[in-house]
């Protein structure tokens, strides 16, 4: 589902059978056959997950998603990856008087929120510019414990670097990909590019590998089966 590699687990009873998966929608069309399918599922006791890489929006948002889409789906089947970089966090016993600096969408912050966790960054700082002058210091957060990075289309040069600058001078922050798909459907019609592209810009200027949380990660699919 959602706007990236998307995917509908369906679970059986008797774990570890592999689940089944199939596409919901593409951008905001609905698949054909879709609802006619998951109803047949549910009549057969079958268990649904919906899995999606990605993070603009949060459980609840996607909730609201599937409901105008004509499909009753709740929170608690919804696993999205802005959910599994706060699930990281939280399985991770991230200190709560930490900050969590976001290069991304909404439902990242929400999630990171809904959590116990402060998010600062996202949606907020893209229209933010940075002063390219000699002796410029960039003054960023010193309590930032996490970078989360994720689709973002108001990515800009102050993001970067205050990313950067969170990762390389801030004492053993983490660094957290929901994903690396390098492109997305963002729409019905054509692929644009996904998060992988952020990811690397930071992997780039920090010379660090992300904690990638999303779609294939281990650490996804065993919050999945635990859950």
């Not at 998966?21 to 951008?27: D, E, P």
């Not at 079958?46 to 993070?55: A, E, G, P």
């Not at 909404?106 to 700082?125: H, S, V």
């Not at 019609?189 to 990811?199: D, F, H, N, T």
Request: glycine share 10%.
């Amino acid at each position: 589902m959602g706007v990236t590699c998307n995917y509908l687990e369906v679970t059986t009873t008797t774990y570890p059978i592999p689940p089944e998966r199939g596409v919901i929608w593409k951008g905001d069309t609905l698949i054909d056959g879709v609802p006619q399918t998951l109803e047949m599922l549910r009549s057969k006791g079958k268990k649904l997950v919906f899995v999606t890489n990605n993070s603009m929006k949060s459980r609840k948002q996607y909730a609201h998603k599937f409901q105008s889409l004509g499909i009753q789906v709740t929170e608690e089947e919804i696993f999205s990856s802005s959910f599994a970089a706060a699930m990281y966090l939280k399985v991770n016993e991230f200190p709560p008087e930490k900050k969590v600096y976001v290069i991304g969408g909404e439902g990242i912050i929400e999630e990171l929120k809904l959590a116990g966790f402060t998010g600062i960054g996202g949606p907020e700082d893209g229209k933010k510019t940075v002063q390219l002058k000699a002796n410029t210091l960039f003054e960023h957060d010193k309590s930032v414990g996490a970078v989360v990075v994720g689709i973002d289309q108001y990515i800009n040069y102050y993001k970067l670097q205050y990313g950067t600058l969170c990762i390389r001078e801030n004492p053993g922050c983490i660094f957290i990909a929901t994903n690396r798909d390098a492109t997305g459907n963002m729409t019905d019609l054509q692929e644009w590019p996904g998060a992988g592209c952020m990811v690397a810009a930071i992997c780039g200027s920090t010379q660090k590998e992300p904690i990638v949380v999303g779609k294939p990660s281990t650490f996804l699919m065993d919050f999945l089966q635990k859950k």
